[in-house]
């Protein structure tokens, strides 16, 4: 739009100061300057976040060419202009209009300044220079020709070469706001380190003919406009260089897609949209316990959005303790019958290797460096519980590219995901001679079981412990500590709603989707908001996906807890300060799974040396005695509401236990509290006790 405008008012002036046989479209192209100047600044290099959220309101930038153009066409008389009544009314319009100009280019500066001193993204800061730089090239040899006499009282003779020179020079600002565009937007293409030779000559050859095209179009504009002698040369030249680029910039947008695909598919650099990618997997695993399906899923996913070369995918065989290719495409490198016994180096490496994407060349064995020679550049193990149940081999990308670190990422969690199919395919195959319910009970126990943590990290002014039991076989509460540093501890407590095997595989999703954001981002809001996120797109049916959550930080050196509730209740806090129990508050929101846009609250508590939280499950508080009395209830005594929490009665008797002790004490006063009765619900706790 500024290019375009600015074209025409470059080209209309010499018009204007002679035949002014288009001046109407002229005033247009003046009032319009200023106003096409703002409207870049707002959208370059990368368009406001008010504008993303309402594109139309970019536009109001024009309300004052709407207000003032029709004034001024209908005062203005081309001919006769010194008779006209009109005379200093039509001057006062060319005012406002330069000094709109003025205030557009300043605003424009302004917001290229902006994005350069407070961009985010390396490429709009590179917009942003190259940008600012032609602004320098274009306007500051004019303002000390200029400006510097004026100050001194020195008039200047404006004709000349030096002058048309400086006048020509306006064009760098409005061409190296083009080059930014197209060099940055055109082709969107990410740095490149190893191009081959082929997509280098097509580079060259998209390059040329946009060259090629521009300086066409200059001819053709020459041999239409003509080339007068005189001062209006240089204007004419001006307007050329700005309608080229502009009719360049606005042929090439339409194509910038077809080229784009173009290139991505001939050298294999489709990009992809790493949530997706994960989301559709989680589907496909929680909807097939097939491990022959699950592969097939996986490698399909793989070669779509990375395109290797060849990928092979080994998996463990219990009967002949090793593991045994199940998969392999592209190019045949192992044969069918090709094993890796389970107690060679190679397991052991891979075991230490752990969920980590290694290159073969730097292994230590045999058998894993010659993968090398075979053109493998990653070998992924498929790791859980210590135990190696698989192995995937990606041969080098097909664009010749290497892996990224995102590229890695999203390996990396398909596996967890693979992992835990691995396992229970194992385990169904293991059950198969066993009666069908119990054998999905007791596999669906086996994960639940094998995502929980075995033992809590040490982390430095803090104790930590917790523990699960199931009412059923299996359960859906979960609970997980993770250690981000030496004095940071990530405590994540849940409830899926139901119980047995969908609850079981909800849980194993919610790791799986809390392992693969703790390593992105484990603040607690953008936390919360990824695991609803993952579970309202991978579970279609509502009553199933619900689940009650609760994300906290708690950092021992700083004795502060930061926590986030997703209808799940906060943890119950002993005071060290107070002596007692006090109720922490509720940062109400949806359960995980309810609303795909739910907003989460963060509440940050201050600690104290000897405090202690104690993080539970409905199961705790829920718990049943013989007449049917709750663990946590509200009686009406004498008229009067008195609440009953036996949990916060046991903290308190129980605070200057360790957290083991404080743990047991829950437990036996719940197995008392009961009578003999039976288990109504899973009962899961986490105690965290705060150092001296």
């Known amino acids: 739009m500024m290019t375009g405008i600015t074209a025409l008012y470059c080209v209309l002036s010499n018009d204007y100061d002679s035949a002014m046989w288009f001046t109407r479209l002229y005033l247009f192209a ?170 280098t000559i097509i580079t060259a050859v998209l390059s040329c003919a946009y060259l090629l095209i521009a300086a066409g179009l200059r001819v053709l504009l020459g041999l239409l406009l003509g080339r007068p002698h005189g001062g209006s040369f240089e204007n004419i030249m001006v307007a050329e260089n700005l309608i080229a680029t502009a009719v360049v910039a606005i042929a090439f947008s339409p194509l910038r897609s077809r080229i784009q695909l173009f290139v991505d598919k001939l050298f294999f650099r489709n990009k992809y949209n790493f949530r997706q990618v994960i989301s559709h997997f989680n589907v496909t695993a929680r909807a097939t316990i097939d491990i022959a399906g699950m592969i097939d899923t996986y490698s399909d996913l793989v070669e779509q959005n990375l395109h290797p070369k060849h990928l092979s995918i080994f998996v463990r065989d219990s009967q002949s303790n090793a593991l045994r290719l199940h998969k392999m495409t592209g190019l045949p490198l192992f044969r069918d019958d090709v094993s890796i016994p389970l107690n060679s180096d190679e397991i052991k490496e891979l075991l230490n290797a752990g969920k980590v994407a290694f290159k073969p060349k730097h292994s230590e064995t045999a058998s894993l460096s010659k993968m090398d020679s075979l053109g493998i550049n990653l070998c992924l193990p498929l790791e859980i519980g210590g135990e190696i149940l698989g192995l995937v081999n990606f041969g080098e990308k097909m664009s010749e590219l290497d892996y990224t670190n995102e590229d890695r990422e999203l390996l990396q969690n398909m596996a967890l995901q693979l992992t835990n199919s691995v396992r229970v395919a194992e385990m169904t195959k293991n059950l198969v001679q066993k009666e069908r319910l119990d054998q999905e009970l007791e596999t669906a126990r086996a994960i639940q079981a094998s995502m929980l943590p075995e033992k809590a990290p040490e982390i430095c002014g803090l104790e930590v412990v917790g523990s699960s039991e199931s009412a059923l076989e299996t359960g859906g509460d979960y609970y997980d500590f993770i250690r981000l540093d030496e004095n940071r501890i990530a405590v994540a407590v849940g409830d899926v709603a139901g119980k047995g095997v969908n609850a079981a595989m909800i849980m194993a999703m919610t790791k799986s989707c809390l392992y693969n954001q703790i390593h992105s981002n484990h603040e607690v809001v953008p936390m919360m908001e990824a695991l609803n996120g993952m579970i309202t797109e991978a579970i279609s049916m509502q009553k199933q996906r619900r689940t009650t959550f609760i994300y906290a930080i708690i950092d021992g050196k700083q004795r502060t807890m930061t926590y986030a509730c997703a209808g799940h209740q906060p943890p119950h806090y002993f005071n060290s300060a107070k002596g007692l129990c006090e109720s922490l508050p509720i940062p109400g929101s949806y359960p995980l799974g309810v609303r795909a846009n739910a907003k989460y609250k963060e509440v940050t508590v201050p600690l104290n040396p000897g405090d202690v939280l104690v993080f539970y499950t409905d199961g705790v508080t829920e718990a049943l005695d013989p007449a049917g009395n709750n663990f946590y209830r509200i009686e009406e005594i004498n008229e009067e509401e008195v609440e009953i929490d036996l949990l916060r009665e046991t903290i308190e008797k129980n605070k200057d236990l360790s957290v083991a002790e404080i743990k047991l004490a829950i437990r036996r006063n719940i197995e008392e509290f009961v009578d003999g009765g039976p288990q109504t619900d899973d009962i899961t706790m986490v105690v965290v006790k705060v150092g001296e």
Not at 129 to 158: C, E, R, T
Request: charged share 10%; with cysteine.
């Open 30 to 199: 003046v009032i319009a300057l200023g106003s096409s100047f703002i409207h870049l600044g707002l959208v370059f290099p990368e368009p406001q976040e008010w504008i993303k959220k309402r594109p139309s309101l970019q536009f109001l930038v024009y309300l004052p060419v709407l207000l003032l153009l029709p004034v001024w066409e209908a005062t203005f008389q081309p001919l006769g202009l010194n008779a006209n009544k009109y005379f200093e009314l039509h001057f006062l319009f060319q005012n406002i209009a330069a000094l709109w100009t003025i205030v557009g280019l300043a605003g424009l500066v302004g917001c290229v300044v902006s994005v350069l001193v407070r961009g985010k993204r390396p490429i709009l800061k590179q917009q942003a220079k190259i940008a600012l730089l032609g602004a320098a090239a274009a306007y500051l040899p004019g303002v000390l020709f200029w400006m510097v006499p004026y100050l001194f009282g020195v008039n200047l003779d404006s004709s000349g070469l030096l002058v048309n020179v400086l006048f020509a020079c306006f064009v760098f600002f409005p061409l190296s706001i083009a080059y930014a565009i197209i060099r940055h937007k055109l082709f969107d293409i990410d740095v490149v380190i190893n191009r081959t030779m082929v997509y």
